[in-house]
């Protein structure tokens, strides 16, 4: 297969060439190189390099923590505000393939792909973020919830990138969990971020990927959770994690069961809740 590489030196060309039908952008390249390798795009026509157009950082500004969207995982995971205020998203980064490729996978990358299975998404879900997308006619806000729409499928329209995400600023405890074929290098049969606030009454924000084409918010659980007493009793938890049991969509493929998902997905559930409980 032969194909062109572009390496635009702004947003704007960046966008031109991505209205191309068969034009795809890369970043860290370790979903898309696999993809080429492995003949997923029929019609590539050439990849776009959009490194050095996207900030790497992540800021706080005003109410909101900015993510570049070409920040790579071992630096959200090891970053200060996000450990001591999103420890979902630092788990779930920390979780992703092994110390070399999160050197290089960056969460414009992981999102973009829109994966059922990316680790990150979920825990955003539960932070509930916001994507921030450019290069169309103006730029736009899209919440993470919905911006993927079905496996490998979301918002963006020819052209547009992610720029950026966005999280309301404030403290979480949280945690992810995720159930691979072993520990590094695998990708998730099943995973779950957790988030809870109080700001005066708690607040519960369940995202678990892999149950269906899309990650699902547990909101049964979260409204359960949220009106029950605290702390947490032993009882509720069981039934929280009944709740994401009975929310779980799974389909069987190569990676699992439906049956070995759906219990899971409960067992996810409460080993999350236990981990923020003190
Ligand atoms: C061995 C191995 C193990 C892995 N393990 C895991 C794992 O445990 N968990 C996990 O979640 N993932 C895993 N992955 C997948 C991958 O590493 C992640 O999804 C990574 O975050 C992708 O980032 P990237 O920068 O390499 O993306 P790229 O491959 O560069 O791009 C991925 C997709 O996103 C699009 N894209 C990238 N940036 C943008 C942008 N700014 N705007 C719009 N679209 C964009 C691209 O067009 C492409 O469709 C693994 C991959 C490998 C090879």
Redesign the pocket.
Same mark, same amino acid.
């Given at each position: 297969m032969s194909f062109e590489f572009y390496k635009p030196s702004n947003i704007k060309e960046a966008s031109e060439l991505l209205k191309n039908p068969g034009y #795809? $952008?890369?970043? +860290? +390249?370790?979903?898309? /190189?696999?993809?080429v390798k492995g003949g997923f795009y029929k019609a590539l026509k050439a990849l776009v390099d959009?490194n050095g157009?996207?900030s790497k950082e992540i800021k706080v500004e005003g109410d909101k923590c900015i993510i570049g %969207? @070409?920040c790579?995982?071992n630096n959200i995971a090891h970053n200060p505000v996000i450990v001591e205020n999103f420890p979902a998203l630092a788990e @779930?980064a920390l %979780?992703? $393939? @092994?110390e070399q !490729?999160r050197n290089?996978?960056? !969460?414009?990358? &992981?999102?973009? &792909?829109? %994966?059922p #299975?990316?680790?990150? /998404?979920p825990a955003l879900y539960s932070l509930e973020a916001e994507v921030n997308i450019v290069g169309g006619e103006e730029k736009r806000t899209v919440p993470i919830n919905e911006f993927i729409t079905g496996v490998?499928r979301n918002v963006?329209q020819p052209g *547009?990138? !992610? *720029?950026s995400f966005a999280i309301p600023m404030r403290k979480t405890k949280g945690a992810f969990q995720?159930l691979?074929e072993r520990k590094a290098? %695998? !990708?998730?049969k099943i995973n779950l971020g957790l988030s809870y606030w109080n700001d005066g009454k708690p607040h519960y924000r369940i995202g678990m990927g892999a149950v269906a084409i899309t990650v699902l918010r547990v909101t049964k659980a979260e409204e359960f959770l949220e009106a029950a007493p605290h702390p947490l009793s032993d009882e509720t938890i069981q039934q929280a994690a009944q709740y994401a049991i009975e929310t779980a969509k799974p389909i069987t493929d190569i990676r699992s069961t439906k049956e070995y998902r759906k219990q899971m997905a409960g067992v996810l559930l409460k080993r999350a809740l236990n981990a923020i409980k003190n």
């Open positions: #795809v $952008a890369v970043v +860290g +390249g370790t979903d898309t /190189i696999v993809k959009l157009l996207f %969207s @070409a790579v995982m @779930a %979780s992703v $393939a @092994a !490729i290089v996978a960056t !969460i414009g990358g &992981n999102v973009g &792909n829109s %994966s #299975v990316g680790d990150t /998404i490998g963006l *547009e990138m !992610i *720029e995720k691979g290098l %695998s !990708i998730s």
